[in-house]
């Protein structure tokens, strides 16, 4: 489990978190959802230590993340697998060479059991017949599948996924969240996803944090989002009139 | 920053990898551009010593003698390492910087990778270990280049050029020394600072190649001023 307690951020003296807390649980989808520039990767970018907390505390399992030093976050970032936004593919490795990147960094796995490792880690994201691509001539929804693989190759026990669906069009989306859930649920990760897709919201959102400006404004899970009275979250997710209709429909039925 | 970058690599295979790649890289890659140039430039400063040298007090020996001292002592260690600061600096900033904006440094740090000690340590040993050997290289080719310009053009014979060329060694054989030592500082400079402007390359593509021309800027000045400054130390 990971978990938040009340920390704060600012940049340049400008406060971007105030006191945002929130648990995160194995085995759910636990997405961070808020309009673009509230703080939703920032405060990400707090939970893997990309970004120093100014105050309050980020605790894997109850190891408190933000005291530690160099060495101890080492130990733990082996336990975390991270997908970006851009899938942060190596471009000078291949495609098999970017998943077998953790394994020969930090194992000590013969060649052979490496590529083995690899090799399932691509079949399970369904990448087949790849492994000699450069990142470059993959498609942006191969990209992000080849960045699940390199996330899982370690067996994480924290899998971070950073805006997933952006850039892919609604079909390949469904496929890339759908994959993140099943391994979700296989593997029982804490998964924490950040996104403002409103289809993953619907679709994956076990465990819901909405942040608005800075703060934690709700939470909840898919099912409640739609029932929701809260002004903050129904502008954020019900924005066009066709949402709003729907979710009236919704209630109403 | 600096301590990060001599940090023990977390792999040393891994390590051993990256290091050849770079010294492939770096220095392999800049052999025909540093041979073609000294060729050329030992050729030029030959002539243009031949052809100031009116006065018949001087001996013929003194245009192969002082075509050496420049060679060693200015132009193969300081010219060839602007050179090539400018060659290698702008793909050095430009590759980290692209690695920086599209999260590649980032997703090194998330796996626990020392991302500054994993792309700058290997560019900066392989280039500080065997840049003077092209540095060497140059210098010979260098006096090659003076020997076939003044042959050729029949301003001095292959006798008086390598009389020239032995002539005051034993006094002067420091020079070398200093001209490696030089070498070895401008190597760190030529990859250390480009790697730096790289690695803290904020925003997008346009960054980037505003990083990449600081670097050679930056990595240019500092060449120049370590030389005078060596030079004063050493030298003086």
Same mark, same amino acid.
């Given at each position: 489990m990971v978990e938040i307690i009340n920390i704060n951020k600012s940049f340049s003296g400008t406060?971007? *978190?105030?006191d945002v807390s929130a648990k995160f649980e194995p085995g759910k989808m636990n997405l961070i959802i808020g309009a673009s520039g509230q703080g939703k990767s920032v405060t990400a970018k707090c939970i893997v230590g990309l970004h120093e907390v100014d105050s309050g505390q980020v605790l894997y399992d109850g190891r408190d993340f933000s005291a530690m030093n160099r060495k101890q976050r080492t130990e733990i970032r082996k336990e975390i697998g991270m997908l970006f936004q851009g899938s942060?593919?190596?471009?000078? *490795?291949?495609v098999i060479e970017n998943v077998m990147f953790p394994l020969r960094m930090f194992t000590n796995k013969t060649e052979e059991e490496m590529r083995e490792r690899a090799a399932f880690c691509l079949n399970r994201v369904n990448?087949?017949?790849?492994?000699?691509?450069?990142?470059?001539?993959?498609?942006g929804g191969m990209q992000k599948r080849i960045g699940i693989a390199r996330a899982i190759a370690m067996n994480p026990k924290y899998l971070f996924c950073d805006?997933?669906?952006?850039?892919?069009?609604p079909k390949t989306s469904i496929v890339i969240d759908n994959l993140i859930r099943e391994l979700t649920y296989e593997y029982k990760m804490t998964t924490i996803v950040i996104t403002h897709d409103m289809n993953s919201v619907m679709e994956v959102g076990d465990h819901i944090i909405f942040i608005n400006q800075g703060r934690k404004a709700w939470e909840g899970s898919n099912k409640e989002i739609i029932r929701t009275e809260n002004e903050e979250v129904i502008s954020f997710v019900y924005a066009s009139s066709f949402m709003k209709n729907l979710r009236e429909k919704l209630i109403n039925s | 920053m600096l301590r990060s970058v001599f940090t023990?690599?977390?792999k040393w295979k891994v390590f051993r990898k990256r290091f050849f790649n770079e010294v492939d890289y770096i220095v392999i890659n800049s052999i025909p551009l540093v041979a073609f140039l000294s060729v050329f430039m030992g050729a030029v400063i030959s002539l243009q010593t031949a052809s100031n040298m %009116? %006065?018949?007090?001087?001996?013929?020996?003194t245009i192969g003698y002082i075509t050496r001292q420049s060679t060693i002592l200015e132009f193969s260690p300081t010219i060839i390492s602007l050179i090539i600061a400018g060659k290698v600096g702008s793909n050095i900033a430009s590759e980290i910087g692209t690695m920086r904006v599209t999260e590649q440094i980032d997703a090194l740090e998330i796996m626990g990778v020392n991302s500054i000690g994993y792309l700058m340590l290997p560019k900066i040993l392989a280039t500080m270990i065997f840049f003077p050997f092209v540095v060497v290289v140059s210098m010979t080719l260098s006096l090659i280049g003076g020997w076939i310009a003044g042959v050729q053009s029949g301003l001095y014979t292959t006798e008086t050029y390598v009389l020239g060329i032995q002539a005051f060694w034993y006094e002067d054989a420091d020079g070398l020394y200093y001209a490696l030592t030089k070498t070895v500082v401008f190597a760190f400079l030529l990859t250390a600072i480009p790697s730096y402007y790289g690695y803290y390359t904020r925003g997008g593509a346009l960054e980037v190649g505003r990083s990449s021309t600081k670097a050679v800027v930056a990595s240019s000045v500092a060449i120049l001023l370590a030389n005078y400054v060596l030079t004063q130390l050493i030298l003086i």
């Amino acid at each position: 489990m990971v978990e938040i307690i009340n920390i704060n951020k600012s940049f340049s003296g400008t406060q971007v *978190l105030y006191d945002v807390s929130a648990k995160f649980e194995p085995g759910k989808m636990n997405l961070i959802i808020g309009a673009s520039g509230q703080g939703k990767s920032v405060t990400a970018k707090c939970i893997v230590g990309l970004h120093e907390v100014d105050s309050g505390q980020v605790l894997y399992d109850g190891r408190d993340f933000s005291a530690m030093n160099r060495k101890q976050r080492t130990e733990i970032r082996k336990e975390i697998g991270m997908l970006f936004q851009g899938s942060a593919l190596f471009d000078s *490795l291949t495609v098999i060479e970017n998943v077998m990147f953790p394994l020969r960094m930090f194992t000590n796995k013969t060649e052979e059991e490496m590529r083995e490792r690899a090799a399932f880690c691509l079949n399970r994201v369904n990448i087949i017949g790849k492994d000699n691509l450069l990142p470059a001539e993959c498609s942006g929804g191969m990209q992000k599948r080849i960045g699940i693989a390199r996330a899982i190759a370690m067996n994480p026990k924290y899998l971070f996924c950073d805006e997933p669906n952006s850039g892919l069009d609604p079909k390949t989306s469904i496929v890339i969240d759908n994959l993140i859930r099943e391994l979700t649920y296989e593997y029982k990760m804490t998964t924490i996803v950040i996104t403002h897709d409103m289809n993953s919201v619907m679709e994956v959102g076990d465990h819901i944090i909405f942040i608005n400006q800075g703060r934690k404004a709700w939470e909840g899970s898919n099912k409640e989002i739609i029932r929701t009275e809260n002004e903050e979250v129904i502008s954020f997710v019900y924005a066009s009139s066709f949402m709003k209709n729907l979710r009236e429909k919704l209630i109403n039925s | 920053m600096l301590r990060s970058v001599f940090t023990k690599p977390e792999k040393w295979k891994v390590f051993r990898k990256r290091f050849f790649n770079e010294v492939d890289y770096i220095v392999i890659n800049s052999i025909p551009l540093v041979a073609f140039l000294s060729v050329f430039m030992g050729a030029v400063i030959s002539l243009q010593t031949a052809s100031n040298m %009116s %006065s018949p007090l001087l001996p013929e020996y003194t245009i192969g003698y002082i075509t050496r001292q420049s060679t060693i002592l200015e132009f193969s260690p300081t010219i060839i390492s602007l050179i090539i600061a400018g060659k290698v600096g702008s793909n050095i900033a430009s590759e980290i910087g692209t690695m920086r904006v599209t999260e590649q440094i980032d997703a090194l740090e998330i796996m626990g990778v020392n991302s500054i000690g994993y792309l700058m340590l290997p560019k900066i040993l392989a280039t500080m270990i065997f840049f003077p050997f092209v540095v060497v290289v140059s210098m010979t080719l260098s006096l090659i280049g003076g020997w076939i310009a003044g042959v050729q053009s029949g301003l001095y014979t292959t006798e008086t050029y390598v009389l020239g060329i032995q002539a005051f060694w034993y006094e002067d054989a420091d020079g070398l020394y200093y001209a490696l030592t030089k070498t070895v500082v401008f190597a760190f400079l030529l990859t250390a600072i480009p790697s730096y402007y790289g690695y803290y390359t904020r925003g997008g593509a346009l960054e980037v190649g505003r990083s990449s021309t600081k670097a050679v800027v930056a990595s240019s000045v500092a060449i120049l001023l370590a030389n005078y400054v060596l030079t004063q130390l050493i030298l003086i």
